[in-house]
Structure formats: C-alpha cells, structure tokens
C-alpha cells in the first residue's frame, strides 16, 4: 500500500432611498439577496424572503406577522396572506394557539431528501478518490437500526474488488464506522439502539458488554476518530471518521479498513486520510470549513456531551463470536 498523505420592491409601502433601502436586513440575519429580490419584485421572491426569514441561522425559532413585515418592509396584510398561502402548501407551520409561524415540516422533508441524494453522490466520488490514493477499499455508511449499512464503496483493484458491497450491513459495535455513527448519542440513546438487537456477531478483539462498547464510544468521540483492531476479523484493520451536516449531526461515517499487515505501518498517514476525505465530504453537505486532517476541526466538531455509564439492566449485553469478514 503506497498512501500519499495530503496534508425596495414595487409593492413596498413607501419608496425608500439607496442609503436605507438595506435597513430591514440590518441585524436580521438575512442573506444578501433579498435585496435583489425586492428590486425584481413578484410574488414568489416575496415569498422566498419569508422563508430566509424564518429559517435564518441564528434567529427566532418564529415569528408574528407584524414582525415579519417590519424586518421586511412589507405590507401586513399582504405578508399575512403570503403566509396563508404557505402554510397551506406546508412550507410554514403557524404554531398552535398563537400567530406566530415557523418553518414548515415540508421544507424539513425536502432538505432530507436533498442531503440524502447529495450524501451518496458526493459519497460515491470521495470513495473512488480514496481508495485509489491509499489501496484500501474505503467505504461510507450510514445508522440502520443496530447496524450500520454501506451505501458507497470502492476499492483499488480487482483483489479487493468492492462490488456487491453497498447495502450490507455490520454491527455498530465492532466496527470503525459504527462506532463513529454512535458519537451523538448520550448511553441511554445507545442502550436504546444496541439493546433491541444485541452487540451482534463480532472478532477477538471486539466490545464484550455494553459498558465497554460506550467506554469506548466515549474515547473515541474526545479524539474525532474510531479505530477497530480485531474487531470483526483477526488481522483487520480499520480506522473510521463521522461525516456532518451543515447542522453538525453525523449523518454518515467514512472508513478505511485492510489487513494489519498493511495498514499498521502506515497508519498516521491512514488516519489523517480518513479524517481529511471525512471533512471534506462533510464540507460538501455544508458542514463547517475547519480543517478535517487531524484529531480536531470536522472530525472532531460537535462531540455532546460524555455518556454517563450504563445501567445494570443493560451492562450485562455480550456478543456471539461470528464475524462478517471485512466490515470497517
């Protein structure tokens, strides 16, 4: 394995001046463009202004129908109807007993389904990149129920050829990726995703209870990265890192996994790999721009808070010895 390390609009109430015409933007979190919005004018740019608004990073979680047309400089009665308009086709919600409006679960939906496409596309060019720099298969995959579940792969040449790979599925438990999908989640929330399902079939090496399997979780989430030595195979080596979203939740991990006898020689070089295409593939979701080639930045965002040890109802879980041989 060779890796290369790579360290006023026309319907506004009253005209306004070059010099205040930015005003209702000012201290509002609005994006730039609503200026040139107003200056094109018509419904739909008015309607997207309402949306900016709401959905500002930053702001209120919502807004009345006065405040809205104030920062806007729209007319009430018109930004009201807008608003009934929006709320109808579900992109705003109006909070129970009160006037006030929010971002609607429509949008929410739409997002989802955006990151989740650009998730695998963005996911697909990183892996192609990667194994051909290291000579390893790396693999991205994402939380199904106790398991995590590769949805893009690749691998070098035809001795590791990654085909049939993507929609298998490993245990959270023993696996880099796995554990990586674990780091938001506090040992109640993990005790709630491992217990049903049980730590599952695993190598020598590999979390016997569930207390170990947070233990390590915890150690893992302080450093940004997770390493599993022995953990699905005898000899296997992998290293994993989360990738985020523009809210900074992991919403995937991306993992390099080969034999020991390879990987170990080289594995400052590995992990900085992984960490740097991790950050990048969580920059092109949107995520922060700190930098992914260490411990630290992306990798390393968003740690939560320690999970508190586990209970006893739940610290007795144990694991089968039966691996799936080349999981990362």
């Known amino acids: 394995m060779s890796p290369r390390a790579r360290t006023g609009g026309p319907d506004a109430p009253a005209p306004r001046s070059p010099a205040t015409s930015l005003a209702p933007n000012a201290g509002s979190g609005a994006p730039h463009g609503r200026r040139n919005r107003d200056e094109a ?3 739909v740019h008015r309607a997207l202004d309402v949306l900016d608004l709401l959905g500002a990073p930053g702001g209120p979680s919502s807004l009345g129908v006065v405040e809205i047309a104030r920062q806007l400089g729209r007319d009430k009665s018109q930004v009201s109807r807008l608003l009934k308009v929006l709320a109808d086709a579900g992109y705003v919600d109006r909070e129970p007993g009160s006037l006030r409006y929010r971002i609607g679960t429509r949008l929410f939906a739409i997002g989802a389904t955006a990151v989740d496409r650009r998730l695998r596309d963005e996911a697909d060019a990183a892996v192609a990149r990667e194994a051909a720099l290291l000579g390893e298969r790396i693999d991205v995959g994402i939380r199904s129920g106790g398991s995590v579940m590769t949805i893009s792969t690749a691998a070098p040449d035809s001795e590791l050829r990654a085909s ?12 880099a990726t796995g554990r990586v999908l674990l780091f938001d989640l506090d040992t109640a ?6 217990v049903p399902e049980g730590l599952g079939p695993a190598g020598p090496a590999a979390p016997r209870s569930l207390d170990e399997l947070v233990s390590r979780v915890v150690d893992e989430r302080r450093r940004g990265w997770s390493t599993a030595r022995n953990e699905t195979d005898r000899g296997l080596l992998a290293v994993g890192a989360p990738v985020r979203d523009s809210g900074g939740t992991v919403v995937a991990a991306l993992g390099v996994s080969g034999p020991e006898s390879r990987v170990d020689p080289v594995f400052d070089e590995v992990r900085a790999a992984v960490l740097r295409a991790a950050a990048d593939l969580s920059r092109a979701l949107g995520a922060g721009s700190g930098s992914g080639s260490g ?3 992306l990798a390393g965002a968003r740690a939560g808070p320690p ?8 610290s007795s879980l144990s694991t089968p010895p039966a691996p799936e041989r080349g999981a990362s």
């Open 41 to 43: 004018g018509g419904p």
């Open 307 to 314: 999970p508190a040890p586990a209970t006893d109802g739940v």
């Open 189 to 194: 929330a993990i005790a709630r995703v491992i």
């Open 295 to 297: 411990s630290g930045g």
């Open 164 to 175: 049939g790979w993507v929609g298998r599925t490993a245990p959270l438990s023993c696996t």
